[in-house]
C-alpha cells in the first residue's frame, strides 16, 4: 500500500498569521512521518498582513496543492468540505469594546423579546384567559394566580429547551458527523477522485481511523 495522508478540518478555525501552513488549520496524519511533516509546513494560503476577519477555504483547494507536491501521497479528507478561517489580531481583543458590544446585543435581545411577548400577550388578551380560568375554580380571580407564575417561568424554561443550552450547559449533545455513521466517503487519489463503499467515522481518534481504512482498502484491493 501507497502513502496516504489523512486530513480532517473542521467548521471554523482560527489563526493569528498571514501566512497559513496546512497544519495551522487541519488535522493531519499519515502512515508515512516523512510526508506527514512535509504537509504539516505546506503553505497552502497567504493572507493579507492586518486585514482580519473570515475566510472561507474550500478543501478541494487544500487538495489540490498536497497533490502539486506529493503526487504519489493518496489524500483521504474526513470533515467539512468547506470551512470558516476566522484571522484574528495576534495582539487580542480590546475587552472593553467586547463587553460593550456583548451588553449592546443582550439589552436589545432582552426589550426586543419583552416587546414581543407583550404585543402577544395583548394581542390574543392573556390576562382576560387566566381571569376566565381562574374564576372557574376560585372566588377571586383578580390579581395575581398561578397560572401567571407559572406561565411566566413557562416561557423561560421554554427558550432554554428551544436553544438546548443555559450557559456553557447543554441539555442533549446535538451529534454531528464525528458521532454518527458516515457512508459513501469520498478519497482522493492519483485518479484525483475514487468512491469508497463504506467509511464509518464515529467518535475514534484518528488512528483508529486510519486503520479501519487501510483494512478496507486492501481487502478491497485483493
Known amino acids: 500500500m501507497g502513502d496516504v495522508l489523512y486530513i480532517q478540518t473542521d467548521k471554523n478555525r482560527k489563526i493569528t498569521e498571514p501566512h497559513v501552513r496546512l497544519g495551522d488549520i487541519s488535522d493531519l496524519t499519515s502512515n508515512n512521518p516523512e510526508v506527514l511533516q512535509r504537509c504539516k509546513v505546506l503553505r497552502v494560503l497567504t493572507l493579507e498582513s492586518g486585514k482580519y476577519g473570515r475566510y472561507a ?78 374564576g372557574q375554580f376560585t372566588s377571586n380571580p383578580a390579581g395575581l394566580t398561578i397560572l401567571e407564575a407559572t406561565y411566566s417561568v413557562g416561557i423561560g424554561i421554554g427558550v432554554v429547551f428551544f436553544f438546548n443550552h443555559f450557559g456553557k450547559w447543554k441539555i442533549t449533545e446535538i451529534p454531528d458527523e464525528r458521532s454518527l455513521a458516515w457512508r459513501g466517503g469520498t478519497l482522493y487519489g492519483d485518479d484525483n477522485r475514487k468512491r ?7 467518535p475514534r481518534d484518528r488512528t483508529a481511523v486510519c486503520r479501519d481504512y487501510e483494512k478496507r482498502h486492501a481487502g478491497a484491493a485483493v
Open 57 to 134: 477555504v474550500s478543501v478541494m483547494k487544500l487538495i489540490e496543492l498536497i497533490q502539486k507536491k506529493e503526487k504519489q501521497v493518496e489524500v483521504v479528507h474526513v470533515g467539512e468540505p468547506q470551512f470558516i478561517l476566522t484571522y484574528e489580531d495576534p495582539a487580542g481583543k480590546n475587552i472593553v469594546m467586547s463587553w460593550l458590544k456583548t451588553a449592546f446585543v443582550c439589552l436589545i435581545t432582552f426589550f426586543g423579546t419583552m416587546f414581543s411577548i407583550m404585543t402577544f400577550n395583548m394581542d390574543v388578551d392573556i390576562p382576560t384567559l387566566f381571569e376566565r380560568i381562574s
Open 196 to 202: 469508497c463503499g463504506s467509511f464509518y467515522h464515529q
